[in-house]
């Protein structure tokens, strides 16, 4: 497990390397070190602009070599939102490093957890949470496939389903009352009336019977809160949910 005092050192070592770096506009830290919501368990999220769009390539190419060569990373994946590059890297210790890269027109701060550190960002644009009405789709489209893949004997596929019904659920209520419903982020900070009854939705083991139970629980919950945020598209759907929720033939 990676030290708090190396994952400081490491920040400032990169954004130091940011200064340095003439095709790099502007650097600021995001995520929780730009808040006051880090801990010990806190990774690493910084962002740049990059002066030239053309150079974007070649300026990931030289930072992910820096973060393998210089700081010895185990592998990396690319997160693509709009304009921006997202590049985590794994590294020694668990320690996670978010490096997002954008041309420095669209460099700015997309949350209020940005904190610039050099150089200049364009106006904020806060991105509004996740629609209640597209996550709602999401909602019976793994109610669906939660439904057929018990009647099919798919019990691996069933549960991954009912899970995301679940996690659809207190997505919902997160938006609901204004929490972070992006990764889960806000779920800890959720009342007891809506994650109680959710518990027992949890899959307890892999056959039909097992399935079906907290299917059905799932489901409940699930209209449950989608009364609660839109009355009218609960009233078309929930004759649909109950159909679901039969047994399967």
């Known amino acids: 497990m990676f030290r708090v005092e190396e994952r400081e050192r490491l920040r400032n070592g990169l954004l130091e390397f940011s200064a340095l770096d003439r095709r790099i506009s502007g650097s600021a830290i995001t995520g929780s070190g730009a808040t006051a919501g880090e801990d010990q368990w806190s990774d690493i999220d910084l962002a740049f602009g990059v002066g030239d769009a053309a150079d974007l390539p070649n300026v990931l190419a030289d930072w992910t070599a820096r973060m393998y060569q210089q700081h010895h990373a185990l592998d990396h994946l690319d997160v693509v939102a709009g304009a921006w590059i997202y590049r985590v890297f794994l590294l020694p210790g668990t320690l996670q490093v978010d490096l997002a890269f954008v041309p420095a027109d669209e460099f700015r701060a997309l949350a ?11 106006e904020a644009l806060h991105v509004a949470p ?5 996550l709602i789709g999401f909602c019976w489209l793994y109610a669906v496939h939660a439904r057929s893949s018990i009647a099919r004997g ?5 549960e991954y389903m009912v899970s995301r019904v679940r996690d659809s659920a207190l997505s919902l209520a997160c938006i609901r009352l204004g929490l972070s419903a992006v990764h889960g982020r806000g779920l800890h900070l959720l009342p007891s009336e809506v994650t109680v009854p959710l518990e027992a939705s949890l899959v307890r083991q892999l056959d039909r019977v097992e399935l079906l139970r907290a299917f059905r629980v799932v489901v409940e919950g699930l209209v449950r809160e989608i009364r609660l945020v839109d009355e009218e598209i609960a009233g078309r759907l929930v004759g649909a949910f109950r159909e679901l929720c039969e047994e399967p033939r």
């Open 154 to 158: 798919k019990f691996w596929q069933a």
């Open 130 to 134: 996740s629609a209640a009405k597209d």
């Open 112 to 122: 209020p957890s940005f904190l610039l550190m050099f150089g200049e960002a364009k």
